[in-house]
């Protein structure tokens, strides 16, 4: 069966999602479909979760996050620009099992054409050097199968980065009720997260104008 690829310009993740089930739903059916696809700050929600239970609301109200639900199962992931998603649609066949690997082989193997180290390693991760940067979920429906989301680890640097602007807060007592690190934290751990974080001490202005050294240099230079 040949195979037709859609480039996604969009980054609303409100659009992509349902341009993906469009696809999946009333794209002809004589080919599979290789769709690219990236959303602005999103959390996208599995199928069957509460979006409530799922979600800080204060703060994607905040951070205006849009929150969106998709057609598979799994977990709530973040996505941003710097996430690559990718969606196979094809009949299931085989892959009507929910063989995740089926899916994640083809990417692995790409990688390794271009020299990445790229392994299917558990259920539906790929590694780099046995670090997970990717993993899928799957919707099937009426013999078409579609795995989706593939989440790419640098998210957590993001996440991080949002953890920082809502929750340990520069210029105020940090949120910790609220953070989802909150277990594992260090800082609350050894209570020292209101010390936190150590701002560097300022440096001392240099005289004379910036970015202009004299020459020759004064004595004693």
């Given at each position: 069966m040949p195979w037709s690829f859609i480039d996604v310009k969009s980054t609303d993740p409100a659009f992509n999602l349902a341009l993906e089930?469009?696809?999946?739903?009333?794209?002809?059916?004589?080919?599979?479909w290789f769709l690219l696809w990236r959303n602005h700050n999103a959390i996208v929600i599995g199928r069957h979760q509460n979006t409530l239970a799922e979600i800080n609301e204060e703060a994607v109200r905040e951070r205006e996050v849009t929150v969106v639900r998709r057609l598979s199962g799994g977990g709530a992931v973040y996505h941003d620009l710097g996430n690559l998603n990718f969606t196979f649609i094809q009949d299931a066949?085989?892959?009507?099992?929910?063989?995740?690997?089926?899916?994640?082989?083809?990417?692995?193997?790409?990688?390794?054409?271009?020299?990445?180290?790229?392994?299917?390693?558990?259920?539906?991760?790929?590694t780099i050097d046995g670090q997970k940067f990717s993993g899928n979920s799957q919707y099937i429906r009426e013999g078409r199968v579609m795995p989706e989301e593939a989440e790419d680890i640098r998210i957590f640097n993001q996440a991080v980065m949002e953890l920082g602007?809502?929750?340990?807060?520069?210029?105020?007592?940090?949120?910790?009720?609220?953070?989802?690190?909150?277990?594992?934290?260090?800082?609350?751990?050894?209570?020292?997260a209101e010390s936190l974080p150590v701002k560097a001490a300022k440096k001392a202005r240099r005289r004379g104008a910036p970015g202009v050294t004299p020459y020759p240099p004064p004595a004693g230079a």
């Open positions: 089930q469009y696809a999946f739903d009333a794209l002809p059916r004589d080919r599979s066949g085989q892959a009507g099992q929910l063989d995740m690997g089926l899916f994640c082989r083809p990417v692995a193997q790409a990688l390794q054409a271009m020299g990445v180290n790229a392994q299917v390693n558990g259920r539906n991760d790929i602007a809502t929750v340990c807060v520069p210029n105020g007592p940090p949120r910790c009720s609220a953070c989802p690190a909150r277990d594992f934290c260090l800082g609350l751990l050894r209570g020292t």
